[in-house]
């Protein structure tokens, strides 16, 4: 794949996961407080450039380990 897709890929999915994670810990250590709404939001905004830095280096050796495990898995062919 390569890095612009790897780069498209990245930013979305991990946009899912992130607003999905943030939210519900956020939800779990605020409660919906009168203050929830900036709180996740500031939550989000510095996990998901993170989240996706890191999932545009961990995709390439991460499809090769599933790449392996399923070559073992499957047994020869």
Excluded at 15 to 30: C, E, K, Q
Excluded at 34 to 63: E, S
Aim: hydrophobic share 60%; no cysteine.
């Amino acid at each position: 794949m390569e890095a612009r897709s790897r780069a498209i890929l990245a930013v979305l999915m991990t946009s899912v996961m992130v607003f999905m994670v943030t939210l519900i810990a956020t939800y779990l250590n605020l409660g919906f407080d009168p203050d929830f709404l900036r709180q996740w939001v500031k939550a989000y905004f510095v996990a998901w450039p993170i989240a996706a830095t890191t999932a545009f280096f961990i995709m390439p050796p991460a499809r090769w380990l599933t790449d392996r495990i399923m070559a073992s898995l499957d047994g020869p062919n």
